[in-house]
């Protein structure tokens, strides 16, 4: 250690560190550490690794720098903490558009990993990992295992067959019913497998959801057959190569079947606001793979709920003119959580809905960012100002982020580059996501002419919480406004980088709202964001 603290180091991701755990712990066997550049090309290509052994999804370790000036450097956590030595054999550049379509098949920002694929360091450092400490958890440990320990409680258990359910979201009643119907198939035991690394942005946080799974399992499930253990996964929302992914982790962990439904591991939907993969796709790919991994496949179609029979079935299995009843999980997030609404008993058992409704306050007290941009004289400061006498109005208390105020303080000293530009907007974005998390009400505005840097801000934020307002007015009409005298500047070629004239513009593709300012008044403008937060549930009465 007194060795390793001489070694030129570096701060690893939170991502990053999950992977390291799992490569430490045997989770991804047969993999042992970041890979090298001939198992990256060959896994985005052929979903293999050099030697040929089935690997859907990169582990790679993003670094800024292609030089350390040693052949080992440190790797250590957000606190500091040294966990492993690398051993550097190759550090080799990649390219974050190619890895996105190659792994997750699309380069649309509202891909939350594409988002923060282009966030990461150029290059991908590789070598052999001499691990001094595993991150060290406080929360739950008695639910954290190693591949090895969970492996032998299943032994314990003495069932041949070992069913794994993955989930990242609260345990419904569908879940239950998916699980309990899977191991009773093969009469096997169960793994329940919850990921607590990282999940999608804006997912129910794993505190709360592993409080509910504990309670379920306890009183809902055969002890005899169950286990519930956590997974310090990195999900990369890859959908149909994840599912295959998941397979082989699991297998690790012991399990020789597993269960997939509808939308394995699905990123939600895209700019156009269609779904990245379609529902079954993930049971197709693992399909193909199913035997090559060791781990047979146990699919579902989605299940729904007899309202007159009161039971779940599968869709495929719905007799005719039935009544059906199901809740999404937008609905559970709009029309319960974010109401202070108990979920039905025939939904969630009581006891996962009173967790969850003690997490969720009503919507009303939580946090929400209006996001506005456009051109400089578009009139989002002036609707701004507005708003916030508006919120105020209503009890609310926003904090205000304007973008001529935010570089003269937060942002001093940066210009008008695309870099420049994105630290700024990120800037404000993780003020927002501070202000939003504690509960606040925040308004920015600012040009952000990035779409990719404005989608990053929403998946800060969350999503959810995220209303994006653009102020569309055309630039002639702020060209002739030209409250301070910039375009008119830029015309004449006194200011470079001027947004309109000489820099991009990328409008929203999706916006919560559009806003036009030659036929509507600043007042009518903010009013009609009232009226979409009220509607969301944003503000009380
Ligand atoms: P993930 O993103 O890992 O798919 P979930 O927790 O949403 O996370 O889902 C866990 C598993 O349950 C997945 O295999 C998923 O396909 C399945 N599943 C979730 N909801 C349903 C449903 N309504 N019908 C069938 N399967 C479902
Ligand atoms: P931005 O913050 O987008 O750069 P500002 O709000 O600072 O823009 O400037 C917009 C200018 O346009 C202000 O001088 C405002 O009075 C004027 N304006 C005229 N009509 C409107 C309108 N309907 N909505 C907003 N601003 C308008």
Not at 276 to 291: I, N
Not at 334 to 348: I, N, S, V
Not at 464 to 483: A, G, M, N, S
Request: with cysteine.
């Amino acid at each position: 250690l007194a060795e390793a603290s001489r070694l030129p180091s570096i701060q690893i991701s939170m991502r990053s560190l999950c992977d390291l755990e799992l490569l430490a712990t045997g989770g991804f066997s047969p993999l042992t550490g970041f890979m090298g550049q001939a198992d990256y090309e060959r896994v985005l290509e052929e979903m293999r690794l050099a030697d040929g052994t089935l690997w859907p999804i990169p582990v790679t370790l993003p670094v800024e720098q292609s030089h350390f000036g040693s052949d080992r450097i440190l790797l250590r956590d957000v606190h500091n903490n040294p966990l492993a030595i690398l051993e550097l054999s190759e550090i080799y550049r990649w390219d974050a558009e190619r890895e996105a379509l190659a792994v997750l098949g699309t380069t649309d920002p509202r891909h939350p990993l594409v988002a923060e694929m282009a966030r990461w360091g150029k290059f991908y450092a590789a070598g052999r990992l001499r691990v001094l400490q595993l991150p060290r958890y406080y929360d739950f440990t008695d639910l954290r295992r190693t591949p090895a320990e969970v492996r032998q409680l299943l032994s314990a258990m003495g069932r041949p067959n070992v069913v794994a359910f993955q989930t990242r979201n609260p345990m419904h009643r569908i879940h239950e019913e998916l699980t309990k119907r899977a191991a009773a198939q093969v009469d096997g035991s169960l793994l329940i497998h919850p990921v607590v690394g990282m999940t999608k942005p804006g997912d129910v946080d794993h505190f709360t959801r592993v409080r509910s799974y504990r309670l379920l399992v306890e009183k809902y499930y055969d002890s005899s057959r169950t286990l519930l253990s956590l997974l310090p996964l990195a999900m990369r929302m890859a959908g149909p190569r994840e599912a295959v992914w998941h397979a082989i982790i699991r297998r690790n962990y012991g399990a020789n079947h597993f269960i997939v439904g509808r939308d394995h591991a699905g990123p939600g939907n895209d700019s156009n606001g269609r779904p990245f993969y379609g529902p079954y796709d993930a049971q197709e790919l693992l399909a193909r793979y199913a035997a090559e991994v060791g781990v047979t496949m146990i699919p579902f179609t989605e299940l729904v709920y007899l309202k007159r029979e009161g039971r779940y079935v599968m869709v495929d299995e719905v007799p005719p003119g039935a009544e059906i009843a199901s809740i999404s999980g937008t609905q559970v997030r709009d029309e319960y959580l974010a109401k202070g609404r108990l979920l039905p008993e025939w939904f969630t058992r009581p006891e996962t809905a009173e967790i969850l409704r003690q997490m969720y306050p009503p919507r009303h007290r939580q946090g929400f960012c209006v996001w506005f941009t456009g051109l400089s004289g578009a009139g989002k400061s002036t609707i701004a100002s507005i708003l916030n006498i508006l919120l105020l109005e209503r009890g609310r208390t926003p904090a205000v982020l304007d973008g001529d105020v935010v570089r003269t303080h937060l942002s001093k000293g940066l210009g008008f580059s695309r870099e420049d530009r994105d630290t700024n907007i990120l800037r404000i974005g993780f003020v927002a996501s501070a202000v939003v998390k504690a509960g606040g009400a925040v308004i920015c505005a600012a040009v952000s002419p990035y779409r990719a840097a404005r989608n990053e801000c929403r998946t800060m934020i969350g999503s959810d919480q995220f209303i994006e307002v653009f102020v569309d007015t055309p630039l002639e009409v702020c060209e002739q406004r030209d409250v301070k005298g910039l375009y008119a500047k830029a015309r004449r070629g006194e200011l470079r980088g001027f947004t309109g004239i000489d820099d991009p513009y990328e409008p929203p593709v999706n916006p919560e709202l559009v806003l036009t300012t030659t036929d509507v008044t600043p007042e009518e403008n903010a009013r009609k964001i009232i009226r979409y937060l009220e509607e969301k549930g944003f503000l009380e009465g």
